[in-house]
């Protein structure tokens, strides 16, 4: 069975001691940092690029996933990578050609992400499964943390599981937005690898008992 991957957003993290939140879930066990960007265009928020981005790198040793809500994404594929992320995912409704923007992902040395809208069906990645390296189930309309999760998103993730299955693709699952204690489980049995957390953990009392918790709840 695929691993169960769990990476704090930190989007609503607190940006003034930013090293030492993402400390407080590597204590607890967390395998990725999930950074989102948003530039206020294909999103309603703006939040912070590639320079942050290399600023983090140098705070921790854990995988980057930087999932970019961003218009023409191609025009910064490079800068994130060489400022350190590991994971990149780009919008499906964002991308004119994604086949082509995938493929200069790998290139550049990153692993390959696409990211569905909750409005967009998984038909429309039909081509580029056999290449993509991680899928990203959006579970609430980009843009902000803390929204209640949509319920249609479990029954895109056991689809996109049962694809997976049937052609033997090896692209990771990844779920965003609105996961809690009380949704990660079924997701999880849905077929999710990689659980993308934001309010449930960085606005708890304790950021490190909430990760450890979320990581039992994993296992
Ligand atoms: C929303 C972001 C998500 C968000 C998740 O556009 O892509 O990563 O930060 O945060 P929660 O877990 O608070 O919904
Ligand atoms: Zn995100």
Request: aromatic share 6%; hydrophobic share 45%.
């Amino acid at each position: 069975m695929k691993d169960k991957i769990l990476a704090p957003s930190i989007l609503t993290a607190d940006f003034g001691n930013l090293a030492q939140q993402i400390r407080y879930v590597e204590l607890g066990g967390a395998n990725w940092i999930h950074c989102d960007i948003m530039d206020g265009q294909f999103v309603p928020n703006i939040t912070f690029g590639p320079f942050v981005l290399k600023a983090i790198r140098k705070s921790t040793k854990l995988p980057i996933d930087a999932h970019l809500m961003i218009k023409s994404p191609d025009n910064l594929l490079e800068e994130f990578i060489n400022a350190g992320a590991n994971y990149v995912t780009v919008h499906q409704e964002e991308v004119v050609h994604l086949h082509r923007t995938l493929t200069k992902i790998k290139e550049l040395g990153a692993k390959a992400g696409v990211a569905l809208n909750p409005a967009t069906p998984v038909s429309t990645l039909k081509e580029v499964l056999p290449l993509v390296d991680m899928i990203l189930v959006m579970s609430v309309n980009p843009g902000f943390g803390g929204q209640k999760f949509i319920e249609s998103s479990i029954a895109k993730i056991a689809e996109l599981d049962s694809l997976r299955a049937e052609n033997n693709y090896h692209y990771l699952i990844q779920v965003d937005g609105g996961i809690g204690m009380d949704n990660i489980k079924r997701v999880s049995e849905a077929g999710c690898n990689s659980f993308v957390i934001g309010n449930s953990i960085f606005k708890h009392d304790n950021i490190t008992a909430a990760t450890v918790e979320f990581k039992n709840l994993l296992s």
